[in-house]
């Protein structure tokens, strides 16, 4: 009985309880209004900036969600490390922690990577609040850092300063650990190509002891995705059009030390060149004229950049002629079992779309004009995919930037604009450089240059070098501003001293004081026009010859001249060109004042092919021709062959003589020609080293001394066969070579033996 008893009493004063709650006025569990709300724990922030951030405010009736959301807003704002919302009767009462000021961001242990780097990197900056997650979020950038540049065992420690007036110093405590190598790149798929010659496409390479200059043997994941990019280009360069990468696995060494990486390929068969024709739906576009444009011939091997190239110079000749919005798409239509492939380059209008704005980031130095002029769309603009294109290619060229993203997206405001985002990252661009040399035209020699490419940021170019030489010495100061009048104009100026020893070569020495005003501009894509205006003074001294010839020049002279040249050039690289052909044309006439006056003419051309992979066989050639005017030309303007105009023969080893010193006068025209095959050696191509083969040609014409009877002359034809080597080494080009003299005149001076180099660290 006693336990029924109190099992009634329990269960009646749950229903009793139940009853209470569910009949109790909504208005007496939210607990009434708000009275007040009180602010407690600020420091630099207003109380009213607090409250503006609230979702309820005095007056209001008490609402646990929109306390709620309260807490979330403020905790929201960054601004705080600890927010708390309580209820004391009829007032709130808000107690606020501030988040710290950053006094200062340093960064200790770091060796490899510099502050200058890693200030770029991080987002938070000095006097900016402090918050744990975007601490956290800087850690993650820099770690990112060190595991780009192959240092996966780096680890970062964030540290607090205190310090008076709640701000603190924020010190990031930097592990480098030691680098992470490519221990083995591997492919499976490949036949075509062996794993040495696809190795020497990639980036990425294996660690081995002579890399210690480079940071290529690193494990880099976003280098791997680049060069699965690199392999597709170089098989759909040679016509394997099916060509995929399946995957790219990277795998960590049991010891952690190093990876594999493991590249799966699927080659597909090689195909060639078909009909290619062009199908356009705009209106009144005539089609044939655009056909000289689409260079692909029937038969050759399939390459995947010309079509690009093709499309691009489409892309241009069609907006010449008033279509601005033009989209052009090659459709490669594969005959698998002919292996053929057809394409069809289909113009069609394009979407009207305008460029809206073109949003930079990530210049710190660097202006913003800079980059903008480099753009060959401005706001405004009809949107080209094409110039887009062109423009990140043009960006990339000025060689200002670690990285250089270029990207559009849609606008928010108008489903007819896109707004064009560029994220580059700087680079250094100053150079110091020391070297110690010694070449078979100056001899010992010793130089030091300091140049700045993007000086203050504005794009110019500033060198300042000299050199010490057994056989010259020179000082040359040299400024470049490549927009010129905010035009496409490159201008600049240099002031120059140069000491010349010619003893072996004429028996006197020279000294040439002096400076120039240049300016140059790209007439098309591929032609240059370049001027330049020279004034300076040169002295013959020091002669050591009986020679009349040469005795006669003694003295000084001032020559003031306007020159000229013209540049038509088609290769794929100015550098090292494998494909193409260049032709230059070029004028000179001294006697705008001055005490010498002559006229001067040359021209220049070569042409490129390649024979096979990494064999090329260049064809060059070259002329001059310097007339006085109303006078005989100086021995300094005259012209002479050898060196390496001529190899085989001596640096002026070719040119009319004094028949009793030998020594070297200069004639008043100057013909040479070569033919070179370069040609790997069997060493990996990132040694640089590459073998080659030539023969050169040349004559010098008469001199135009008084009494030349007295001089050995003859515009005979001369050439020379020979073999050599050149390395592209950390220290500087080194070149040797070996060059025997087939035809020549009895007076030439020969030189078997050429070797250069020229070592910087």
């Known amino acids: 009985m006693g336990f029924l008893r109190w099992t009634g009493l329990l269960v009646g004063a749950v229903i009793m309880v139940t009853l209470l709650a569910v009949g109790a006025p909504a208005g007496a569990q939210e607990g009434g209004r708000i009275r007040s709300i009180s602010i407690q724990g600020t420091q630099r922030i207003e109380i009213e900036t607090v409250k503006s951030?609230?979702?309820?405010?005095?007056g209001d009736v008490y609402d646990a969600d929109r306390v709620n959301r309260s807490l979330k807003a403020l905790f929201n704002t960054?601004?705080?490390?600890?927010?708390?919302?309580?209820?004391?009767?009829?007032?709130?009462?808000?107690?606020?922690?501030?988040?710290?000021?950053?006094?200062?961001i340093a960064f200790e242990g770091n060796r490899r990577i510099k502050d200058e780097q890693l200030n770029t990197e991080v987002q938070l900056r000095p006097r900016t609040v402090y918050t744990r997650t975007k601490v956290q979020t800087d850690v993650k950038r820099i770690l990112e850092l060190y595991r780009r540049s192959g240092r996966f065992a780096a680890t970062v420690e964030p540290k607090l300063i205190q310090l008076e007036q709640n701000r603190v110093d924020l010190v990031y405590e930097i592990s480098e650990g030691q680098p992470t190598y490519v221990r083995r790149i591997s492919f499976v798929g490949n036949h075509r190509y062996d794993e040495d010659r696809l190795r020497e496409v990639l980036q990425t390479k294996e660690e081995r002891w002579y890399r210690f200059l480079s940071s290529d043997d690193t494990y880099d994941p976003d280098r791997v995705t680049y060069d699965r990019e690199l392999l597709r280009r170089f098989y759909l360069k040679r016509g394997?059009?099916?060509?995929?990468?399946?995957?790219?696995?990277?795998e960590l060494t049991p010891n952690r030390e190093g990876f594999f990486i493991t590249y799966t390929i699927d080659e597909g068969e090689r195909y060639r060149f078909g009909d290619s024709t062009i199908s356009a739906s705009l209106k009144d576009l005539k089609t044939e004229e655009l056909k000289p444009l689409v260079v692909s011939e029937p038969g050759d091997w399939y390459n995947a950049d010309q079509v690009e190239d093709i499309v691009q110079k489409l892309t241009d000749a069609v907006g010449t002629k008033g279509y601005a919005f033009v989209d052009i798409k090659p459709q490669v239509n594969r005959n698998r079992e002919t292996k053929i492939v057809d394409v069809t380059y289909e113009i069609q209008e394009g979407p009207r779309v305008f460029v809206e704005r073109i949003d930079i980031t990530g210049n710190v130095r660097t202006l913003d004009k800079v980059i903008r002029r480099e753009f060959r769309l401005v706001e405004g603009d009809a949107f080209n995919?094409?110039?887009?294109?062109?423009?990140?290619?043009?960006?990339?060229?000025?060689n200002f930037f670690e990285k250089a993203e270029v990207t559009n997206v849609p606008s928010e405001t108008a489903p007819d604009r896109t707004i064009i985002k560029v994220d580059v990252q700087e680079k250094s661009t100053g150079e110091l450089t020391f070297g110690v040399g010694w070449s078979s035209q100056i001899g010992p020699m010793m130089e030091a240059a300091i140049r700045e490419r993007n000086l203050l940021g504005r794009g110019q170019d500033l060198r300042l070098s000299g050199m010490i030489g057994l056989r010259r010495t020179s000082v040359d100061l040299s400024f470049t501003e490549p927009y010129f009048l905010d035009r496409e104009l490159a201008a600049g100026f240099d002031v120059f001293a140069i000491d010349r020893t010619l003893q072996q070569q004429s028996s006197y020495n020279s000294i040439s004081l002096g400076g120039d005003l240049r300016i140059g501009y790209m007439l098309t894509d591929n032609m240059r026009q370049d001027w330049k205006y020279t004034l300076k003074r040169d002295e013959v001294k020091g002669v050591n010859s009986t020679s009349i010839y040469v005795i006669d020049q003694i003295g000084t002279s001032v020559t003031s001249s306007v020159f000229q040249m013209l540049t038509y050039d088609r290769r794929d690289s100015r550098i090292e060109p494998t494909e193409g052909y260049f032709v230059r044309g070029s004028t000179e006439f001294a006697g705008l004042g001055g005490t010498v006056h002559f006229l001067r003419g040359g021209a220049q051309a070569g042409q490129y092919y390649t024979l096979a992979e990494r064999i090329v066989l260049g064809l060059t050639g070259s002329g001059s021709y310097v007339y006085g005017l109303g006078e005989r030309v100086r021995i300094t303007d005259r012209v002479y062959a050898g060196g390496d105009s001529l190899r085989g023969f001596a640096t002026g080893g070719v040119s009319p003589r004094d028949k009793n010193t030998g020594d070297a006068i200069g004639g008043v025209w100057m013909t040479t020609g070569s033919a070179q095959v370069k040609f790997p050696i069997g060493l990996p191509e990132e040694f640089g080293v590459l073998g080659e083969v030539f023969t050169d040609v040349g004559a010098v014409g008469p001199t135009d001394v008084a009494n030349?009877?007295?001089?050995?002359?003859?515009s005979s034809l001369r050439a020379s066969v020979g073999f050599g080597a050149s390395w592209k080494s950390p220290m500087g080009p080194v070149s040797v070579d070996l060059g025997f003299p087939l035809m020549k005149e009895s007076f030439d001076k020969t030189e078997m033996f050429k070797f250069n180099l020229g070592t910087k660290f």
């Open 53 to 58: 951030y609230m979702a309820i405010t005095e």
């Open 78 to 104: 960054g601004l705080f490390a600890d927010v708390a919302i309580r209820r004391e009767g009829d007032q709130l009462v808000v107690r606020l922690v501030e988040n710290p000021i950053i006094n200062r």
């Open 240 to 250: 394997f059009a099916d060509f995929r990468v399946g995957s790219a696995i990277a």
């Open 385 to 398: 995919s094409a110039k887009l294109r062109r423009s990140r290619q043009r960006l990339k060229d000025l």
């Open 708 to 714: 030349a009877s007295g001089v050995d002359q003859a």
